[in-house]
């Protein structure tokens, strides 16, 4: 399967972003943490007026994950200050799940920080969503540790934070 990583650059590429990301948080994360909390974070995350401002005024990069020339998932990034690259997002279709699809996305992570002179990827990740986490232990990130962060409307995000070194 060709796997291929496209920059969200253009106003379709962003709508097209905006309407996974409704689609794969509703389909995805409704049964963790009950629909309310789901639509209030797309909304305050994953939103049109969201990312255009991630995009526009917080150094962040959207990526589209393209299977044979479909959308099937996309990834998000920011460079911090610390020489680390912060992974925001890396989210599949359920059809792209188990195929080899996030493997090819860390190799694409790892290859961009090599380039770019990142020395690891970090992220936080639910402490409930056991496949996920077991999923970037599988790709050798470690956890440093646990984080509760209130983000409004009586909502928190209960995470581990976790990092792996990227080898050159």
């Known amino acids: 399967m060709e796997i291929r990583f496209d920059l969200v650059d253009t106003p ?3 709508h097209t972003l905006c309407a996974m990301a409704e ?48 959308p099937v998932g996309y990834i998000g990034i ?18 792209a799940r188990g195929q080899g699809v996030a493997r090819k996305a860390f190799t694409f992570l790892q290859e961009l920080c090599r380039k770019e002179g990142y020395s690891a990827i970090w992220l936080t990740v639910n402490r409930h969503n056991d496949h996920t986490v077991a999923v970037y232990r599988h790709f050798g990130f470690c956890t440093l540790r646990e ?19 990227v080898k050159g």
């Open 12 to 14: 379709d590429k962003l």
């Open 23 to 70: 689609e794969i948080w509703h389909e995805y994360f409704t049964p963790l943490l009950g629909e309310g909390q789901v639509n209030y974070m797309v909304e305050k995350f994953q939103s049109l007026p969201a990312i255009t401002h991630q995009l526009e005024h917080e150094g962040y990069r959207y990526y589209l994950t393209m299977a044979e020339g479909k």
């Open 78 to 95: 920011r460079p911090d200050s610390d020489g680390r690259l912060f992974l925001s997002k890396l989210y599949l279709r359920k059809e």
């Open 147 to 165: 984080e509760d962060t209130d983000i409004g409307n009586g909502y928190f995000m209960n995470d581990y934070i976790m990092e792996v070194p």
